[in-house]
């Protein structure tokens, strides 16, 4: 438990920081990082910005995955996963093009868009640290309440409470937030060897509570973390009020 959002940002950055040194990546063996997009992250991204710039951490040979992308968003609409990803972190780091993995919203043919985004995960050999963030209704990447905890990449309808909090995105108009994205399954977050994700916000309290003090369950999808053998929560204080 952190403060607030700066001391949570500044914290879950420089732990992964310190992962990828510790690991020392090479262009055999990147270290391959999961990423989410969302206002969670940004405090993070900010932090490894100001690293890369400060030649404390390259990320040349590091090797992202994001969680999800909206379907049917244009590629560079400035709201798409896309485009948060490379105007936050990507563009001010050293990461190769290649070794950036984003889910492609617009393909003809998103199952099998799904299926090639999990088969190149495991030719990297899996995922050594997946960061997530959660919605207030306690779901992982989109892993909407009633998703099964056993879910792969796949193409998701959001629920009506994320295109709601999503819309702030969108002119505060849910008919302009896309009805559908695909995203990677709490089984494949749960695949990674450690899972880290930022709570914070007093919106959040009741989520975070369901996740650790209540039993496992598909209706809260991060609770699936229980069982995960390495696991990491960082939150601020506000997240805490129902604990
Ligand atoms: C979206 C994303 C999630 C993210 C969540 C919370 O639903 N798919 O990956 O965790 O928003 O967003 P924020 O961090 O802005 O609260």
């Known amino acids: 438990i952190r403060k607030d959002y700066d001391a949570v940002s500044d914290h879950m950055a420089n732990y992964i920081k310190n992962r990828i040194l510790e690991f020392n990546p090479t262009l055999d063996k990147p270290f391959v990082l999961g990423l989410p997009t969302g206002s969670s992250p940004v405090g993070v991204y900010k932090n490894f910005v100001k690293y890369y710039q400060n030649g404390e951490l390259s990320f040349k040979n590091v090797v992202t995955f994001n969680m999800d992308e909206y379907v049917g968003l244009p590629r560079d609409h400035p709201e798409s996963y896309h485009s948060f990803m490379w105007h936050n972190l990507f563009k001010f780091i050293d990461i190769l093009p290649k070794n950036v993995h984003i889910l492609d919203g617009n393909a003809e043919n ?3 868009e799904c299926k090639n985004f999990e088969e190149k995960m495991k030719s990297y ?4 640290l997946f960061l997530g963030g959660i919605g207030p209704d306690g779901h992982i990447a989109f892993n909407e309440p009633g998703s099964s905890l056993a879910s792969r990449t796949r193409a998701k309808t959001l629920a009506y409470d994320t295109i709601l909090a999503n819309s702030r995105f ?3 108009n849910i008919n302009k937030v896309p009805r559908m994205a695909l995203t990677v399954g709490v089984g494949t977050v749960m695949d990674a060897r450690e899972v880290a994700v930022i709570i914070t916000g007093a919106h959040k309290a009741p989520a975070l509570a369901k996740c650790i003090e209540e039993g496992v369950n598909h209706m809260w999808t991060v609770s699936a973390i229980q069982l995960h053998p390495n696991a990491l929560i960082v939150c601020d204080e506000d997240a805490t ?3």
């Open 241 to 243: 009020l129902e604990l």
């Open 125 to 128: 050999g899996g995922v050594e």
């Open 170 to 172: 969108f002119d505060n």
């Open 110 to 112: 998103l199952e099998e």
